[in-house]
Nanobody, 114 residues
Framework: QVRLVESGGGLVQPGGSLRLSCAAS????????MSWYRQAPGKERELVAR????????VYADSVKGRFTISRDNAKNTVYLQMNILKPEDTAVYYC???????WGQGTQVTVSS
């Protein structure tokens, strides 16, 4: 059974930081690219960042470049999203995604507000 379990969300002030984690199980984690998506109220789900399985190549949405960093630890079957200089427009539910059986986590809420 594939499981993706996100954690690390919460309420943070503008300019603050959060680190999201996604623990994966049920598939060979190191074989697959991993991604973070987000969905804000009334908006479509959008890609935030992706990290490849082999050469660890990363891709970021323009809106988060220079502020967010995606990384992975294949020994721990975990992908991370370090989010710095957070803005109110980063407020959303953040989801972990694996292309293995098109699997999604349950999401973790990130709220950026003073």
């Amino acid at each position: 059974q594939v499981r993706l379990v996100e954690s690390g969300g919460g309420l943070v002030q503008p300019g603050g930081s959060l680190r999201l984690s996604c623990a994966a199980s049920g598939f060979t984690f190191s074989y697959y690219d991993m991604s973070w998506y987000r969905q804000a109220p009334g908006k479509e789900r959008e890609l935030v960042a992706r990290i490849s399985s082999g050469n660890l190549r990363t891709v970021y949405a323009d809106s988060v470049k220079g502020r967010f960093t995606i990384s992975r630890d294949n020994a721990k079957n975990t992908v991370y999203l370090q989010m710095n200089i957070l803005k109110p427009e980063d407020t959303a539910v953040y989801y972990c995604y694996s292309p293995f059986r098109e699997s999604w986590g349950q999401g973790t809420q990130v709220t950026v507000s003073s």
